[in-house]
C-alpha cells in the first residue's frame, strides 16, 4: 500500500501539485527557521512543523531531497562526516524539520569537535521530537502522535526504540492513521502505535484532485 502511495506521490508531485499553496505560507515558515537559527529558544516546534506543511516547500512523502537523505546515509555508514554535513544541509535546505539531518548532523559536529554546532542541531532535533511526542502517547487513534511528514514517524519509532513489522492505513471519525504493529529493538516487547496523518493525507487528495 506505501509503495502505490508513493508511487501515485511522485508523479503528483513531478505535475507540480504545490502550486496554489496559501499566500505569505512561505513566509511564515522562513521566519520560524531565521528564529531557530539565531538561536532563539522560545520558538515552537509544533508551529515551526505547521508552519512547513502549510508552505509551498511541504513534501510528506519525501521529494527534492529524497537524494540529498540517500547520500547522507550513506556517507553516515561510510564514517564521512564531510559529506553527511554537505548531504544533511541539503536536506534541511529542503526541509528543516527533518529530525534525522539534524540528528546525523548533530553526531558529525560532536566528533569533529564543534561543540556549539553539535547543540545546535541536537538541540533542535530535541525540540522537534518532544513536539510530536506531546501530541499524544501513540496508544491508541484517540491519543495518536500527530505528524506532518511520514519521516517523522520512522523517527519516533527510532528514538522510542522499536521496528516496524506491519503498517495498515486506517479511517477513524474523520481523520487517517497508519497503524503500526512494531516490536522492541532490544527485546520480544510487541506493541500497536497509531500516527494521525491527516495533513499527508489531505496534500495528497490535493496533490491527485490537481
Not at 516547500?57 to 550513506?74: F, I, N, T, V
Not at 533542535?124 to 521530537?129: D, P, V
Not at 484517540?142 to 506532518?148: Q, R, S, Y
Not at 511520514?150 to 497503524?179: K, N, P, T
Request: with cysteine; hydrophobic share 45%; glycine share 6%.
Amino acid at each position: 500500500m506505501m509503495r502505490l502511495i508513493l508511487t501515485v506521490v511522485a508523479f503528483a508531485w513531478i505535475a507540480g501539485a504545490q502550486a496554489g499553496a496559501p499566500a505569505g505560507a512561505l513566509g511564515a515558515y522562513e521566519s520560524l527557521v531565521a528564529r531557530v537559527k539565531a538561536g532563539d529558544g522560545a520558538v515552537d516546534y509544533r508551529a515551526l512543523r505547521d508552519a512547513y506543511a502549510e508552505s509551498p516547500l511541504y513534501r510528506p512523502y519525501g521529494g527534492d531531497s529524497d537524494e540529498a537523505k540517500r547520500a547522507m546515509h550513506d556517507a553516515f555508514n561510510a564514517q564521512d562526516c564531510a559529506k553527511v554535513l554537505t548531504a544533511a544541509a541539503k536536506v534541511l535546505d529542503a526541509a528543516f524539520i527533518d529530525i534525522e539531518a539534524h540528528l546525523l548532523s548533530g553526531r558529525c559536529f560532536e566528533i569533529k569537535g564543534d561543540d556549539a554546532k553539535a547543540k545546535f542541531h541536537r538541540t533542535i532535533a530535541k525540540g522537534l521530537m518532544d513536539s510530536i511526542v506531546a501530541s499524544g502517547d501513540g496508544k491508541s487513534t484517540k491519543t495518536a502522535f500527530v505528524v506532518v511528514t511520514i519521516d517523522e514517524e520512522y523517527a519516533v519509532l527510532s528514538a522510542l526504540r522499536w521496528r516496524l513489522v506491519m503498517q495498515s492505513l486506517i479511517d477513524e471519525d474523520g481523520h487517517a492513521f497508519d497503524r503500526m504493529e512494531v516490536k522492541s529493538v532490544s527485546s520480544s516487547e510487541t506493541a500497536t502505535l497509531f500516527f494521525q496523518i491527516d495533513r499527508p493525507m489531505m496534500w495528497l487528495s490535493k496533490s491527485l484532485a490537481r
